[in-house]
């Protein structure tokens, strides 16, 4: 799976977990809206597989680990 950057700023595309299953591809850009000012966001949910939600928790916890320290 290639990445994506925002059509807006160009800053690397995240994956916002909404729902099980699927998720909201969103700009990290906090100067940029990007999906919310386009008029068809809703192509920006994508389904999302079990493994890659495991994955992204997963990491999540790893890196609430190290603050931690
Ligand atoms: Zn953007």
């Known amino acids: 799976m290639s ?3 925002c059509p807006q700023c160009g800053e690397e595309l995240k994956k916002c977990l909404i729902q099980q299953n699927y998720s909201l591809i969103i ?3 906090e100067g940029c809206c990007y ?3 386009e ?3 809703i192509d920006n949910i994508v ?3 079990d493994a890659e939600i495991l994955n992204a928790a997963k990491r999540r916890l790893e890196e609430e680990e190290q603050q931690k320290r």
Do not use: V
């Open 3 to 5: 990445e994506k950057s």
């Open 27 to 29: 700009c990290p850009n």
């Open 35 to 37: 999906p919310f000012n």
């Open 39 to 41: 008029r068809e966001a």
């Open 47 to 49: 389904y999302t597989k």
